[in-house]
């Protein structure tokens, strides 16, 4: 056989190889699915009729501190504030982290809440950036604010978890608008078992939805494509990948942007990791890991009713920094727990967990890449013929929406937050054209990640905000 | 290798029909939720309100007699979360009228546990004294004990309390948590069960009832806390501190200032809180001592009590500003406001 006889030999197999990985992570993402629509049903059976006030009203639940840092968020930072105001918890404690903004963060603070210097004492369990001043508000006695030195926002989360006083803290984004009922039931984990570390809510996208006074007063898909596929995105993410580890392994990651944690276990590991720009995930592998090796329980729940809204890139250019860092973030976190790939050590954790975020998550993109470049040269050179690029991205794209569509049909049985004619007929159409340009764009923005990521690159990288008043349409 | 075509109709066959199916289902029942249930849940969740509101005997408005049973179910668990009193005895009149009441009856002996969940919500909802959910305080379920355990409110008579105070030591947390709750709302019918409950308990599996005593912050329930205050256990010696500072007294003062010489840092940290609680300045003098203590928390609470006490706190801290314990002297140095000493 002469060269280029091997070369399309290579060429067939790659491909071939590379539509076996494809079927295999899409039967798990099959297995996933019916994880998912189980745990949706019991879930859904078991919150249906239920009454929240015995939790609202209640003299023994949990204290909740919230912990949202806040950097150079001038613009949103009274609508985010009056979002977290509007929370319906009983015993609530709300921490705001200036961590030294540069824009006037903290003057928007004290203009708007009344803020009185007050000194109570704390123990720097975890090692911070220094503490400029500690204030309370005069109009809102649970509102606290920290002003410190920049040292990001994991160094804030750290402040904010010295300072915080109650059984579990909420991590949130400054940014982020929470459901005045959310924190009602994102606690429901912590009430049902004492073996819960950390659970994680639903993230939304508010693009496009009309914000008032803080709050989601319609929610609304918007109009333009770029957002309207994060929506999709993150409906797929959270519905039906995060609530699918329920039931198999629990999960590796709780957002940034709203999870609950044991704040003691929290202060046991030392808090969050300033050096990594994936803190949420690393936190939360290093809380398992610590339980599993303490011969702890280690369960870290998704629960999808309380829902967070945030403001998702509209620019392809930010959109494509923020998947960059994360999957500098995802990249690094795996390998520095490497330790815990295929451990029996660490049980489902280690066994089937952690490899699907090192064999999926993170190499997807990798073998997506080859395999798109593969097809072309293959096609280019005669190695592939037609119907084999066809059947390949009938398996690969098709599997994708229809995965998509199955998480549609999920919000629409159990939550439904899309009300409108418009708002259905518009999810359907970025369920469908997400596939068309946009996904190759998110693999090639995940390998510039890993590239940056092999290249030691650290920054986080800009995130222009609009604020919600302002842009009640997108 | 190279698949064939057939393989390759079969594959975009497949997705094809999949694609069909899902969407079609997602179109159907958007399209059901818009044009048809949500508007009429809502109507009748209006007409049941109107009703409510109306001085003629209630009875069942047409738009909720329309609705199927669940729908029927969701609308009176709906308005039942926002009446009280006399609007809520209608609307359990209303719930009758329309067969829920005796459909919740036959649920709560359902094989299915959500449909025991579902009768054990709107007996608790609509405060229904039906006998039949008594039953479930002992179900397997966790969340249909926990939902019977907020129904039994309705129920405050002994032997449900007795219940209650013995699902106390629940396996599952949710269980624990809903009786904790309902035991303190139920409030003093409790106490002479707690009291008799607390006579056979010690350690750790007093603590639950002891969170409840502290809730009831009854004097009768003195002689079983003072017992139970020499516990081997500190987490049942804190328990009993937290519950003196509720009750106050003469009784309590003397077991608060007792624990300010615990050996376990929990316990001596729960004294101070208590004592600050109970404004027992008489024991600032065993709480500045408490200041030099090795474990932060109690010298944070021991410096929050002496702050707690007004001037004669003062006095202590301003004297602990020189101790040389460096320990004492930087807390009474935050507490008073000054700075931290290096």
């Known amino acids: 056989m002469d060269i280029g006889g091997i070369a399309r030999v290579i060429l067939v197999d790659l491909e071939v190889a590379v539509l076996v990985y494809f079927v295999a992570i899409s039967t798990f993402y099959a297995v996933l699915l019916a994880s998912a629509a189980t745990e949706m049903r019991a879930h859904v059976l078991r919150i249906r009729g239920e009454s929240r006030w015995r939790v609202l009203s209640s003299a023994v639940a949990p204290s909740i501190s919230m912990l949202a840092p806040a950097f150079n968020e001038a613009s949103t930072i009274s609508d985010s504030v ?52 500690l204030y309370r508000s005069g109009e809102h006695p649970t509102l606290l604010v920290i ?14 978890l010295n300072v915080a006083s109650a059984d579990l803290v909420c991590a949130i984004d400054a940014d982020t608008l929470i459901e005045p009922d959310a924190l009602q039931r994102m606690v429901r984990p912590f009430l049902e078992g004492d073996r819960v570390l950390a659970a994680g809510g639903t993230i939304r996208v508010a693009n496009g939805s009309i914000v008032r006074q803080g709050r989601i007063a319609q929610a609304h898909l918007p109009g333009s494509p770029l957002p309207g596929f994060q929506v999709v995105e993150y409906l797929r993410a959270f519905l039906f990948g995060r609530l699918g580890w329920n039931r198999l392994g629990g999960n590796l990651i709780i957002s940034g942007a709203f999870g609950l944690f044991r704040r003691q276990s929290m202060l046991a590991i030392g808090g969050y990791t300033s050096d990594t720009v994936g803190e949420d995930m690393e936190v939360v592998v290093r809380l398992r890991r610590g339980a599993r090796e303490n011969g702890q329980p280690d369960a870290v729940r998704f629960i ?3 829902v967070a809204w945030t403001e998702v890139p509209s620019s392809l250019r930010i959109l494509g920094r923020q998947r960059d860092r994360w999957h500098r973030g995802l990249a690094d976190v795996l390998w520095r727990h490497r330790a815990v790939l295929f451990n029996p050590r660490y049980g489902a954790f280690g066994l089937v967990v952690y490899p699907y975020f090192v064999f999926v998550e993170l190499l997807a993109p990798v073998i997506e890449a080859i395999g798109l470049i593969g097809l072309v040269v293959g096609l280019v050179v005669g190695a592939v013929d037609v119907p084999f690029a066809i059947l390949f991205f009938v398996v690969a794209y098709g599997y994708g929406l229809n995965l998509s569509l199955a998480t549609l049909l999920l919000e629409e049985l159990s939550f439904r937050r899309y009300a409108g004619l418009r708002d259905h007929a518009l999810l359907l159409l970025w369920a469908v054209l997400e596939n068309f340009g946009y996904r ?19 920054t986080w990288g800009a995130m222009e905000r609009r604020g919600f008043a302002g842009a009640p349409k997108t | 290798m190279i698949p064939r075509l057939d393989l390759l109709g079969t594959a975009v066959a497949i997705q094809l029909a999949v694609a069909a199916a ?36 209630p009875r069942a408005p047409e738009e909720l007699e329309r609705l199927d049973r669940r729908s029927r179910l969701r609308v009176i668990l709906r308005a039942a979360a926002t009446v009280s009193g006399s609007s809520k005895a209608r609307l ?13 009856e036959r649920a709560s002996r359902s094989r299915f546990w959500w449909r025991r969940l579902e009768a054990a919500h709107l007996c608790s909802a609509l405060g229904l004294p039906t006998p039949a959910i008594r039953m479930l305080l002992h179900d397997p379920v966790t969340a249909v004990r926990a939902q019977a355990v907020e129904w039994a409110l309705v129920d405050p008579e002994p032997a449900t309390i007795r219940t209650l105070l013995g699902l106390l030591d629940d396996p599952e947390a949710l269980c624990r948590f809903a009786v904790l709750d309902t035991l303190i709302r139920m409030g003093r019918p409790v ?24 809730a009831m912050a009854d004097a009768a329930l003195l002689p079983e806390l003072e017992r139970l205050s020499e516990d081997e256990d500190p987490r049942c010696r804190t328990a009993c501190l937290n519950a003196f500072g509720a009750v106050g007294g003469v009784g309590a003062a003397a077991a608060v200032e007792h624990g300010l010489g615990d050996r376990d840092g929990a316990v001596r940290e729960a004294a101070a809180q208590n004592a600050a609680l109970l404004g027992q300045w008489t024991a600032a003098p065993a709480i500045a001592r408490l200041l030099r203590d090795p474990t932060w928390e109690v010298r944070r609470a021991a410096g929050y009590a002496l702050r ?27 507490l008073l406001d000054l700075s931290v000493t290096s």
């Open chain 1, 82 to 133: 009056c979002a977290l105001l509007t929370l319906s918890y009983p015993n609530l404690e709300i921490v705001i982290i200036n961590d030294g903004s540069a824009d006037g963060t903290l003057d928007v603070l004290r203009r708007e809440l009344a803020l009185v210097p007050l000194h109570p004492i704390f123990r720097r369990t975890i090692d911070t950036r220094p503490v400029r001043g």
């Open chain 1, 304 to 306: 999808p009713d309380p």
């Open chain 1, 440 to 458: 190759q764009l998110t693999v090639l923005w995940r390998l510039r990640g890993l590239v940056n990521y092999l290249r030691r690159r650290t």
């Open chain 2, 22 to 57: 899902l969407l079609s289902c997602y179109v159907g029942f958007a399209a059901r939720r818009l044009v048809d249930r949500e508007p009429a849940r809502d109507r009748a969740l209006r007409a049941v309100l109107a009703e409510l509101q109306a001085g003629t005997a």
């Open chain 2, 92 to 104: 359990r009149r209303i719930a009758a009228a329309v067969g829920l009441t005796a459909d919740a």
């Open chain 2, 191 to 214: 106490v002479p069960e707690l009291a008799r409950h607390l006579r056979s308990r010690s350690g750790i599996g007093a603590v639950p009832a002891l969170t409840v005593a502290a």
């Open chain 2, 308 to 334: 707690s006490f007004g001037a004669i706190g003062q006095v202590y801290l301003r004297r602990a500003l020189d101790d040389p314990d460096h320990f004492a002297a930087d807390m009474a140095h935050q």
């Open chain 1, 147 to 160: 002003d410190k030195e920049n040292g990001g926002k994991a160094d804030s989360l750290n402040a904010g």
